[in-house]
């Protein structure tokens, strides 16, 4: 006698109590695994992104809207400060490094940016066909835009005002495309790179108002154009310190002495998740508490089951079946229902990454998509095989004790 098929009869034999114990679980599992895999790739691509950089330096305004602006290109900027502000900056003995970053034009929703060389190095970017920039008004492009535009090198390129693809069309300058890029898995993937010059060349004269606007800026022109770019503006520093320690002291000289703004990404972003850590932490408990509803829903089936079905737990006794088979068969029932509903959950969580990768994509232009097992939902799969062991231990030891002869009997 198969016990294994005879418990997948049994399951399928009382399908409405069967699918609520199976969709209770699904639908914890579900959002316990979505909840670990949003976490854990959002908080790889915010650190794909940080590459190491220590302080973000632009106009006074909010700290974490800098890091989103400058870091991962989501927000607009606080405004624009000046390069000669920005060289006191670099040349202070506490950085280690720095790159300028222009933006506030868009080709079709995605970013340019006017920058140096070291952004590339800064994520590993390497060029796929093409070469690097040369002259103003040439541009590499991330792998996601050229894949989702379909374009191509030496294709020329129309930039917009603003952040947005509705702002008015830069139509008087064209970008031709020279290079790009291999695939990276960062925020470069999604933007436009270009030289800083490309961008103030575009503007004529920078705008010295102070003040970011996304969809129009104020562009004054100025006869006499310093050729350095003294007099110019750019939107923020991406900064690397010489040592560790001085993130606890420059930042605060920054903000007190001068009338530009640091912040610093690791604790702009970890203020962030705490801030959304109190609503995934409430769904979690949420989702904890309709798995432990789904056992007691599944100890019911298992406890109703045996009970209807003594009289034919007695028969296959009297069959030549043992005691100790037919308590497996309970357990296997309740087994095969809880690691079907995790491998169901594991599917529902998947879809829902999908489905949050695709509005991201759709607004941010980022891509959350995976389908890689976490550790953590490897801890699920313990739960629900634990919960399934619970579930039928009182029910098994009743089918074990089980009186053959008062059963038939009373029968």
């Known amino acids: 006698m198969n016990i294994f098929k005879l418990s997948i009869k049994n399951i399928i034999s009382k399908p409405l109590s069967s699918l609520l114990s199976l969709a209770l679980l699904v639908f914890g599992i579900g959002i316990i695994s979505l909840l670990l895999q949003l976490n854990s ?24 809207q800098l890091i989103l602006s400058a870091v991962y290109h989501i927000d607009s900027p606080t405004g624009n400060i000046s390069v000669e502000d920005a060289k006191k900056i670099k040349n202070n003995r506490m950085v280690g490094s720095s790159i300028d970053l222009l933006y506030g034009d868009n080709y079709k929703g ?7 060389d070291e952004f590339l190095d800064l994520y590993d970017a390497k060029i ?15 792998s996601k835009i050229y894949s989702n535009l379909g374009l191509k090198l030496d294709d020329e ?3 917009s005002h603003g952040l947005r693809e509705t702002g008015e069309a830069h139509g008087d300058q064209l970008f031709k495309i020279v290079g790009l890029l291999e695939p990276s898995n960062s925020v470069i993937d999604q933007l436009i790179v270009t030289s800083p010059e490309s961008i103030w060349d575009l503007h004529g004269e920078h705008d010295h108002s102070g003040e970011e606007h996304d969809d129009e800026h104020d562009h004054d022109h100025d006869d006499e154009h310093d050729h350095d770019h003294d007099d110019e503006e750019i939107t923020a520093m991406l900064i690397k310190f010489q040592n560790p320690m001085n993130i606890i002291q ?20 970890s203020r962030l998740f705490k801030l959304f850590g109190f609503g995934i932490e409430t769904l979690t408990y949420l989702a904890y508490l309709i798995i432990i509803v789904s056992a007691f829903s599944l100890f019911i089936n298992l406890f ?3 009970r209807d079905r003594k009289y034919e737990m007695a028969l296959i006794r009297t069959l ?11 357990i296997f029932e309740s087994l095969i229902l809880t690691t079907v509903g995790f491998l169901i959950g594991l599917l529902v969580s998947r879809l829902g990454v999908m489905f949050v990768s695709s509005l991201m994509e759709e607004s941010l232009n980022y891509n959350l998509n995976s389908f890689g097992i976490l550790n953590e939902e490897l801890w699920l799969l313990i739960l629900s095989i634990f919960i ?4 039928s231990i009182i029910p098994a030891l009743q089918v074990y004790n089980l009186n053959i002869s008062e059963v038939l009997g009373d029968e």
């Not at 420059?250 to 702009?268: D, G």
Request: no cysteine; charged share 25%; proline share 5%.
């Open 250 to 269: 420059f930042p605060r000289q920054i903000n007190e002495e001068t009338n530009l703004q640091a912040a610093v990404p690791s604790y702009e972003i």
């Open 304 to 306: 109703n089951s045996m």
């Open 388 to 391: 399934g062991l619970i579930s």
């Open 41 to 64: 790739l959002i908080k790889t691509q915010m650190d794909n992104n940080l590459k190491g950089i220590d302080m973000v330096v632009g106009a006074k305004g909010s700290p974490l």
């Open 320 to 330: 030549g079946s043992s005691r100790r088979q037919l308590s497996f068969m309970i």
């Open 157 to 159: 390129l129309m930039s």
């Open 128 to 142: 796929k066909d093409g070469r690097k920039w040369e002259d103003p008004f040439e541009v590499v492009v991330g």
């Open 110 to 116: 995605y970013r340019i940016v006017g920058t140096d």
